[in-house]
Structure formats: C-alpha cells, structure tokens
C-alpha cells in the first residue's frame, strides 16, 4: 500500500523515496493528522497488542503501551552529534565522523522495514503559523510513535501548507526512525546538526524515537538558534497573575529530580489563592526564545502535549499533571490494573491494585517487594487538557519573559533563591548548575553533577560555543530578563528538606517576580543579591525567620570549594571557554576572599 504523497514539495518527495528505498516497507501511508486516520491506526494497534484499550469509561481515549524490556529510557552512551568536526560537538556529547556513521546506518537501516509501513509524519514545533515554527518530517514503522507525536506535536496536511509557504520549503529537519530488532548492541540515536537530520534505530522508547521532542526541539533546534541568533532551552514556562489580573511570564530549568513538571503546573497556596493570584502553565519541559520587536525576550513552548514521568505524580505532588492525563493519553510502561482495566503507577495512591499485570505483562502483587510501574513509565496527555493550562500556550508571538531561573539540588550550598547582578553573572550562575546525587540515583550519595543550563544532554554543539551564544544574546537583548538561582533541596542535620516545597515555592516566586520589576529589595552577598527574609511572604507558612535566614545564607567556606569544582569542570571546555566566565569565577572568589 503506497498511498500518494501529501504534497508537491519536491524536497520532501525525493528524501521520502530516498528513504523508502533503503528501507524496504512494504506501504508508505502519509499522515494527514485527521481523526479519522489516528482512530484507524488504533485499531490496527489494538488489532497487532501494540497498545491496549483501558476502561473508556473511566478513562476514555487512554492506551496501555509496553516496550521491550531492554528498551526503556533515553540511551545517553548510544546518542551521537555528529558535527563535521570533531570540536563542533565538543567534550560533553559522544562524537563520530558523519560521512563513517552514515555508512555504519545504513547498513542497520538496509531493508528495516520489510514487512512493515512507513508513515510519513509531517510535524510542526510550536503552531505551524508562528514565527517560531520550526517544521520536520519524522519516517517511522511504528503506529505508537505515530499516535505519541499526534499528541507532543501539530502535524499533518497543516504543517505541510505552512511548510510550502515558508521562504524556504526545502528547509525541515529529515527525521528517521526504524524499530529493526530493538538492539540494544546498535541502537543509535544520532543528530547531524549541519544536515538537519536526525537518525534513530533499534528503538521504541519515547524519548529515542519521538524525534520532535529532545533530537529535535534541543538537540538541532539548540544548533539552529545559535545559527539564527535565538535560543533553545531545557526550560518550563510559567505565567504568574496577581490579583490586578497582569500576568507576568518567567522560564527555568532544571536538571531531573528537581521538580520542573511540579513547578510548572504549581498550585498556589490558599493564602495566595484567597487574594486572586493565579498560575498558569505555557509548557513544562522546552522553551524557544527570541528577541520581540519590543526589546524584550519572548517564549513559545515548542510542544504540543506532555511526556510526563508517571511515578511518583499523584493528587498531592501535582494534581495539574494527574488531571492532565484522564483522557486521550497512551500510558508506557505502568501497571495494568485488571479489576477495573485502569492503570497504576508508584507513589499515586497507597492502594495498589490486587490483581495487577507489571510493566513487563507479568502477574504482580505489591506485597512482591518488586515494583509494579517501571521507574521511568510514562504518560504522553495533550498539553491543552492541563486545569491550569495557560490561554497564551498556542499564542504565535509567545509570552514576554521577566525572569530566567535555574535550580538544582543542592544539600548545603546554594540559598533558597539569590539574584544574579547582570546578565553576564546570570549566565555564569547557569553555568555552575549542579545538583547532588541521591538515594535513588546509582554510585555515591552527594556527589556534585554540573548541568549547565540543565542542557549537558541536549546541547548539539560544543558546550563553550554555547556558553558564548548566550553572551551574545545578552548583548542583543535591549530588555533582558532578570536571572535567578533557586534550590528547594537544603536539609537538615538528619538529611531533611527544611523548606516545604511543591505549592509553597509559589513564595519564592512572587520575590523572583517582584524583583524583576523592581518591586522588591535585596541585599548584596557574595554569590549575588539575597532577599532580606522578611521578604518573603510567611503568612500561612510553618517556617520561622530565622529558619528562612538560615535557608538564605551563604556558608562561604563551601562555597570556596564550589569554586574549586567550578574550576575542574571549566577546565573541560579547553580555548573553547568564554573568558567572561573564568572573570566572573575570579570575581566570585574575590568576594569569598
């Protein structure tokens, strides 16, 4: 079955047959995005047990997904930039002559699909008719990739008429998926940054073959920005309205485990929410960023759904997320519920299903010790069924950003939230992002890991050429956002988190948002601007002064030996470092001095 192309873009007819011809399906269907379509690849899916129909009462439109076991989380070891140059990827990303990977692919993708149907998936990242839109054609042999970027993207007959109308329709991002035999041994997901191609083979998993999300919407698109002078970040989008009813727009990043998803859909606590503030959710993972005609910076959320980890969201840790996931979501890898045919995953609720299947399909009881959803399961849900989805999220031009934030987890030394002096040591305040290995993570306990940016995974060039990119955007943004620092993470001498957390962040936010248009104080340290605690709303809050005192204060002699981390990591990135960054790591000292 070779249905006819959707389009007459000759750029894409010819990569399609190019393609076509190496992997061998036996159909090509092209994707239109209508609902007709997707509702008959779900019974073809149901039909083959790819995905499996849950209780359509009680959760209607929602799909069960289970892939291979050796096949369950992103494969950093086996993720390629293959730049033409070694230097251009740099000493963070795993490298491989493009012209030596090429080959070594094609032989992986050499008659791949026998047996199978191509789909040709047309997609957009952001709505097709912004500014921002960036336009992709992903080639897959999997109905779930399909109906999984049906929800994270816009695609189809939309994106292909906004593509030919674009000033260059022979310019998208060629994206190739083939499942092959889901090996472990040559799985590769490999970005070519200057062909504006990515390749991913020998998996199924989400985060490998939904190329729109991280290949595409950091990996190239991070590239593309430096190229085209604007910015791909691993950043959430949050509008906060006070109760005049002005909403003002901040983006951070954060490593995972530190509460992105959480802080994206916060909900305010009462005391905030008796007096009309409201929060409002743009995106919880990406963010594009340019410079608007009005000289400040603005931010569209690429993303059209959420691919949420499963474990641990429930009605108390983020009702927004859970909410977000009752209807026309495909869940990967939790538990099945047999009695009532519904899903479950740890940490939802304190009731674990008696007569359950895991996430390999076998027969499980909690009382087993072994856990039922994998630790990395997952929900795809479209972004507009979130309660506190923002009424800007499919907005062309964005929403203007006051303040950038970058957090981490750290046990003693960084502050609650401290300000950076300018955009400069804004930058160097993101380049030191570091959080502390836990419990859950594998090695060591409180072992410092930089992130800079939260991008070390998702950077498709060299790390020091990005480092630079954002001083020079500082020097083009006429309005620049004011950048702070957070850590919800300090504990106790018994390992306890000493701030609340979760709704209660909402706190910080509020100096964060009132700094950014001078509505606040601050006093000077030696790490960058504090807030003196009393300003910082109390009221409702079982946290003394001169507990939050304590939460904002700067312990210098750690802080000398976070320089001397600072220096190892920098030591990394050779010539290639911006010198502005070793001044600001001078100047830090000095002040600890």
Not at 11 to 33: F, K, Q, Y
Not at 44 to 62: D, R, T, V, W
Not at 183 to 202: G, K
Not at 431 to 447: F, L, Q
Request: aromatic share 10%; proline share 6%.
């Amino acid at each position: 079955m070779f249905a006819l192309s959707l389009t007459n873009n000759k750029a894409v007819n010819a990569w399609v047959e190019e393609m076509a011809a190496m992997t061998r399906p036996d159909g090509i269907v092209w994707i239109d995005g209508s609902e007709e379509q997707l509702d008959s690849l779900r019974k073809q899916s149901l039909a083959s047990g790819e995905i499996i129909a849950l209780n359509q009462e009680k959760l209607p439109g929602c799909y069960l997904h289970r892939t291979a076991v050796n096949d369950v989380a992103r494969v950093e070891h086996r993720t390629f930039i293959c730049s033409r140059k070694k230097e251009n990827a740099g000493p963070t990303n795993n490298w491989m002559d493009p012209v030596e990977m090429y080959a070594r692919l094609r032989k992986l993708y050499d008659g791949s699909m026998r047996g199978r149907t191509m789909y040709v998936i047309p997609f957009s990242m952001t709505v097709p008719e912004s500014p921002f839109a960036k336009f992709g054609i992903e080639l897959t042999d999997s109905i779930y990739v399909v109906l999984n970027m049906a929800i994270m993207t816009r695609i189809g007959t939309r994106v292909l008429k906004c593509l030919d109308a674009s000033a260059d329709p022979s310019v998208f991002t060629k994206g190739l998926h083939a499942k092959a035999g889901i090996d472990e041994e040559n799985r590769y997901i490999v970005q070519f940054p200057e062909d504006n191609a990515i390749w991913s083979i020998n998996s199924g998993y989400g985060g490998n073959v939904l190329l729109g999300k991280k290949c595409f919407a950091l990996r190239i698109a991070s590239f593309l920005g430096w190229q085209e002078g604007w910015m791909a970040e691993h950043m959430l989008i949050l509008g906060i309205e006070n109760p005049k009813g002005e909403i003002r727009y901040l983006a951070a990043a954060f490593p995972s485990a530190c509460g992105k998803t959480n802080l994206a859909m916060l909900i305010p606590p009462e005391v905030y929410k008796n007096k009309g503030y409201k929060v409002w959710c743009v995106g919880d993972d990406i963010a594009w960023l340019r410079i608007g005609p009005d000289g400040r910076l603005w931010a569209v959320n690429p993303e059209a759904g959420f691919f949420g980890v499963a474990p641990g969201t429930n009605m108390k840790s983020n009702p927004n997320a859970l909410l977000s996931c009752r209807k026309d979501t495909i869940f990967t890898n939790v538990v099945h519920n047999l009695d009532d045919n519904t899903v479950w995953w740890e940490g939802l609720d304190k009731n674990p299903p008696k007569n359950a299947l895991n996430w390999k399909g076998e027969k499980w009881d909690a009382s087993g010790g072994s856990k039922g959803a994998h630790p990395n399961s997952r929900f795809t849900a479209p972004a507009k069924q979130c309660p506190c989805i923002s009424s800007e999220f499919e907005a062309p031009q964005g929403v203007p950003i006051s303040a950038l934030v970058f957090g981490g987890r750290r046990a003693k030394t960084a502050p609650l939230v401290y300000q950076s002096r300018d955009w400069d040591h804004g930058v160097f305040v993101g380049s030191i992002m570091a959080s502390e290995t836990t419990a859950a993570a594998s090695g060591a306990v409180g072992v410092v890991r930089r992130d800079p940016m939260a991008m070390l995974p998702f950077c498709g060039y060299h790390m020091g050429d990005y480092f630079a990119h954002w001083f020079e955007m500082g020097t083009k943004i006429p309005k620049p956002p004011k950048i702070f620092n957070v850590n919800w993470f300090r504990t106790d001498e018994n390992g306890n988190f000493i701030w609340p957390g979760y709704g209660e962040n909402m706190r910080v936010l509020e100096w964060i948002i009132k700094r950014a248009f001078g509505e606040a104080d601050a006093v000077d340290s030696p790490i960058g601007y504090l807030p003196k605690a009393e300003e910082i709303n109390r009221e409702g809050l079982d946290v003394s002064l001169d507990t939050l005192k304590g939460l904002l204060s700067v312990d210098k002699e750690l802080w000398r030996e976070e320089a001397k981390g600072i220096h190892e990591f920098y030591a990394k990135f050779g010539d290639k470092l911006p010198v502005k960054l070793k001044d600001e790591l001078a100047k830090l000292e000095k002040n600890l001095a």
